[in-house]
Every structure is written in C-alpha cells, then in structure tokens.
C-alpha cells in the first residue's frame, strides 16, 4: 500500500505476541494485495478497469472498503474521496518525471 506499519502487541508471552504480529502481518499483506493500486493486477485496479465494461464481482473485503469509503464521504461532504485515485496517479507520473 505504499506505507509503513508498525504494530505493538501486549501479551501474556512472546510466543503469543509472535503469533498475533504474523497473523497481523499476513491479514496486512493480504489486503495489499487486493486494494493497492502499484499492482496493475491487484482486485482494486481490475475493478477500476473492467467496470465500465461489465459487472465485476469483487470480494467481500473490498466490498467492505468500498462501502466504508462511501460512509465516510457522505459524513466528510466529499472532503473525502475514494475516486482520487486517476489524481493520484497523475501526481506520481509528475513525480517521476520531474
């Protein structure tokens, strides 16, 4: 997703803690792997090409993200907006290209 995490765990033993943080790490990485937008073949940019085509199915985790996103625009007045992401590309194309 083009971030860092960090994740502190408070536990009754290591061996818990190391099995909570890899649970963590891999439910993370797995969410990358369907909502990044550097992968051209993640879930999120199949949708974002196919759906102007034809009805995509999509997972119930991106489901879940896309409907969070559209809650938090509404109660945002747009202030938050889940379809930047043709502004975002726009901007790292500059970036790269400066």
């Known amino acids: 997703m083009g971030t860092r995490v960090q994740i502190i ?3 009754d033993s ?18 990358d792997e369907i909502l990044t937008d550097y992968n ?9 090409r196919e759906a102007s085509r034809r009805p995509v199915p999509v997972s119930g985790d991106l489901l ?6 559209l809650g938090v625009s509404r ?6 907006d889940v ?3 043709p502004l975002v ?10």
């Open 9 to 11: 765990l408070y536990a």
């Open 14 to 31: 290591e061996e818990l803690a190391r099995q909570a943080a890899t649970a963590a790490f891999e439910r993370i990485q797995n969410l």
């Open 40 to 48: 051209p073949e993640s879930e999120l940019m199949r949708l974002c």
């Open 64 to 69: 879940s993200v896309l409907d969070r996103s």
């Open 75 to 80: 109660i945002t007045d747009g202030a938050f």
């Open 83 to 85: 379809t930047v992401g």
């Open 89 to 98: 590309a726009l901007w790292r194309e500059a970036r790269r290209t400066k």
